[in-house]
């Protein structure tokens, strides 16, 4: 166990999250798991997934199995007030500085997946649209390093739970693939990024198959819906 990344951490105040979210989510939604027999029995691997709602990491949180970590940025302009804002840090996750390269997530990253843990990373780097955006270059960074391989999963319907509407239950679809993976980066410079990019490219590639065809963005087969995601595509913070 890494003594200063332990896995897993927090147990008692994790597992009544846990309770508080399994209850929250009887009662105000329907969620079903699709690919269920996609999920392995042990770590490590990294999640990824499609980020369209600020709650998305809660669905997750009551749907699986493990004790999931996070890596989030630290800056939350999706939440909607400070409440919910509050909620990652109540959680516990590994905060990820936007816009900058984070050597104290990425040693976090690293010494979980050396413990066989679970790791729950949201490659588009924010919720802004409700549609597939290109990766950040940290997810394919960490499974290079790491040599851990990706669990893509897409998120379908988390955009219809809020705001709450009174007597309707919004169904919650979790899609599960296949795992894939590692990738090895072994170029510098320029080419570096190259190879960065063509492992998100890939990583998207494999969660915009687990979504409806309007929700995949710049992977979507219809040209109008890909012009439509350029337009949101950028980075916003």
Same mark, same amino acid.
């Given at each position: 166990m890494s003594e200063e990344f332990p896995y897993p951490r927090f147990p008692i105040k994790r597992r009544i999250f846990k309770g508080i979210a399994a209850l929250f989510f009887k009662l105000f939604a329907r969620v079903e798991i699709i690919g269920a027999e996609n999920l392995p029995t042990t770590g490590p691997v990294i999640i990824v997934a499609n980020h369209f709602s600020f709650a998305d990491p809660?669905?997750? =949180? /009551? #749907?699986?199995?493990?004790?999931?970590?996070?890596?989030?940025?630290?800056?939350?302009? #999706?939440? *909607? /007030?400070? =409440?919910? #804002? @509050?909620?990652?840090e109540l959680w516990g996750?590994? /905060?990820v500085q936007r816009g900058t390269s984070s050597r104290y997530a990425f040693n976090a990253a690293t010494a979980i997946m050396k413990q066989n843990g679970i790791l729950a990373i949201f490659p588009e780097g924010g919720a802004w649209a409700?549609?597939?955006?290109?990766?950040? *270059?940290? &997810?394919?960074?960490i499974t290079s390093i790491s040599q851990a391989p990706l669990l893509p999963i897409g998120i379908d319907g988390m955009t219809d739970l809020f705001?709450?509407?009174?007597?309707q239950r919004p169904k919650i679809t979790l899609r599960v693939g296949k795992q894939f993976g590692p990738f090895e980066v072994t170029g510098r410079g320029k080419e570096r990024r190259a190879q960065l990019d063509? $492992?998100?490219?890939? =990583?998207?590639?494999? $969660?915009a198959e687990l979504l409806p065809a309007d929700q995949r963005g710049l992977w979507a087969?219809?040209? %109008?819906? &890909?012009?439509? #995601?350029? %337009?949101? @595509?950028?980075f916003p913070w």
């Amino acid at each position: 166990m890494s003594e200063e990344f332990p896995y897993p951490r927090f147990p008692i105040k994790r597992r009544i999250f846990k309770g508080i979210a399994a209850l929250f989510f009887k009662l105000f939604a329907r969620v079903e798991i699709i690919g269920a027999e996609n999920l392995p029995t042990t770590g490590p691997v990294i999640i990824v997934a499609n980020h369209f709602s600020f709650a998305d990491p809660s669905v997750l =949180i /009551n #749907a699986l199995p493990w004790e999931l970590e996070f890596l989030a940025g630290t800056d939350r302009p #999706a939440a *909607p /007030n400070k =409440i919910t #804002a @509050s909620f990652p840090e109540l959680w516990g996750v590994y /905060n990820v500085q936007r816009g900058t390269s984070s050597r104290y997530a990425f040693n976090a990253a690293t010494a979980i997946m050396k413990q066989n843990g679970i790791l729950a990373i949201f490659p588009e780097g924010g919720a802004w649209a409700e549609v597939l955006r290109p990766a950040r *270059p940290g &997810v394919p960074l960490i499974t290079s390093i790491s040599q851990a391989p990706l669990l893509p999963i897409g998120i379908d319907g988390m955009t219809d739970l809020f705001p709450f509407k009174l007597f309707q239950r919004p169904k919650i679809t979790l899609r599960v693939g296949k795992q894939f993976g590692p990738f090895e980066v072994t170029g510098r410079g320029k080419e570096r990024r190259a190879q960065l990019d063509q $492992i998100g490219e890939k =990583i998207m590639e494999s $969660i915009a198959e687990l979504l409806p065809a309007d929700q995949r963005g710049l992977w979507a087969d219809d040209p %109008k819906l &890909v012009e439509e #995601a350029k %337009k949101v @595509s950028e980075f916003p913070w």
